[in-house]
């Protein structure tokens, strides 16, 4: 069943750029991806456009990253679900396009979340449908790994943050993106690199 799921989820998966058009075509209609249109999903769609067009100018995947995949013998694509009002996903699949422009062992698909939630709900972190979600598959369809919703750093900031207050707040939000602006995508690649790697 999960094969057949996700062999439809890659046939309906859209490329980086289509992501990125469709996003911005719904912004000039004053809407966001996904079921919910609220004035928040909306500032934040806007404020991830920005994100990702600057990254898009300014991320360079790191020396260590490109020999890594250079060396890589089997194909794989990275699934991902996600939405367009994100703050994690516009900080997380930049990186994801720069390193499967880098390759051509790796291919990139992108998936709506609540278009898809069948494959959602087989790929949940901790009981929720935390985004984004990339499913690691290979040549045949069969998921290897999968990883997500942030990376190993900024995961252990929000535990720890919960841990301590309860629940996560705009002001640790705020924090959050300022720590992937310093970080660069560097822990998100030092992460994929580690499931490539034993894959």
Not at 132 to 149: A, L, Q, R
Request: some cysteine; aromatic content about 8%.
């Amino acid at each position: 069943m999960n094969n057949i799921l996700i062999a439809k989820s890659l046939n309906k998966g859209i490329s980086y750029q289509k992501y990125r058009t469709e996003i911005k075509e719904l912004l000039v209609q004053g809407k966001s991806t996904g079921n919910e249109q609220s004035e928040s999903h909306l500032e934040y769609s806007f404020l991830n456009d920005k994100r990702m067009d600057r990254l898009d100018k300014t991320l360079k995947i790191a020396e260590e990253t490109q020999n890594a995949i250079n060396e890589l013998k089997n194909d794989f694509t990275f699934l991902v679900i996600s939405e367009g009002w994100c703050g994690d996903a516009a900080q997380i699949i930049p990186i994801l396009n720069k390193i499967a422009e880098a390759s051509n062992k790796i291919d990139l698909k992108i998936v709506f979340r609540d278009e898809n939630e069948d494959l959602m709900n087989l790929f949940l972190t901790n009981g929720s449908k935390a985004i984004p979600k990339i499913i690691i598959v290979d040549s045949e369809n069969k998921t290897i790994n999968t990883w997500g919703p942030r990376p190993s750093i900024a995961t252990k900031m929000v535990f720890d943050y919960k841990e301590m207050n309860g629940s996560i707040d705009s002001e640790f939000k705020k924090n959050l993106q300022l720590w992937y602006n310093k970080d660069k995508g560097n822990n998100t690649q030092e992460d994929l690199l580690k499931l490539l790697k034993a894959s």
